[in-house]
Structure formats: C-alpha cells, structure tokens
Nanobody, 127 residues
Framework: QVRLVESGGGLVQTGGSLRLSCAAS????????MGWFRQTPGKDREFVAF????????DYADSVKGRFSISRDNAKNTVDLQMNSLKPEDTAVYFC????????????????????WGRGAQVTVSS
C-alpha cells in the first residue's frame, strides 16, 4: 500500500522560509518520480515542482522558480520542498504526489499524470 505523508507546513511571514517534507512508503522510491502541487479553495490543483527518480532532473512552475527548490533522498524515501522568499500568494495546501516511471528522464507536471497523493500540508504566508 502506497503512502505519502507531508510534514513541515505552517504559518510564516512574507519573505520567510519553510521546508516541506514528504515521506513515502509502499513503493519503489528509487524508480519513482515525485511532484509537489498546491491548491487553494475553489481552484484547481496547481503544479509547483517535479523531481525525477534520481534527482538529476527537476522542473518548477514559473511562479516559484528561483525561490523554491525540490530535492530527494532515495536512501530515506523522502522528497523535500524548500520554500524561500515566501509570498502571500503561496498560501495553499501543498500535496506531494508520486508516479512510477522507472529510470527515465521524462518530466510530468499535471496532476493526472501522478498516481498517488498525500493528504496535504497547509502553508499560510501572512502579509
């Protein structure tokens, strides 16, 4: 049974930093691509960041490029999202998601491309 559990959300002031972590179990993590998405009430889930199985390929939404950084530790089955220079518009529930890809370099950025999802972590940025 695949399980993804996010942690590290919270309340931070504009300009501050937070680090989200996602712990994965029940899957072959070293052959799985991971993504971070976010969602606000009444809006569709939005792509934030992607990392491939090895960590050698990453991709970011334009809105977070230069501020957010995704990384993974295949020994610990975790993927992190470091968020710096946070803005009020970054306020959302953040979800990690997984997709088994094997050892490919393909990039996935839409929610329907991912198979499993965590329950989300709230990030609130106050102005």
């Amino acid at each position: 049974q695949v399980r993804l559990v996010e942690s590290g959300g919270g309340l931070v002031q504009t300009g501050g930093s937070l680090r989200l972590s996602c712990a994965a179990s029940g899957l072959t993590f070293s052959a799985t691509a991971m993504g971070w998405f976010r969602q606000t009430p009444g809006k569709d889930r939005e792509f934030v960041a992607f990392i491939n199985w090895s960590g050698g390929t990453t991709d970011y939404a334009d809105s977070v490029k230069g501020r957010f950084s995704i990384s993974r530790d295949n020994a610990k089955n975790t993927v992190d999202l470091q968020m710096n220079s946070l803005k009020p518009e970054d306020t959302a529930v953040y979800f990690c998601a997984s997709r088994f890809t094997g050892r490919t370099e393909l990039v996935f950025t839409t929610p329907m491309m991912f198979s499993y999802w965590g329950r989300g972590a709230q990030v609130t940025v106050s102005s």
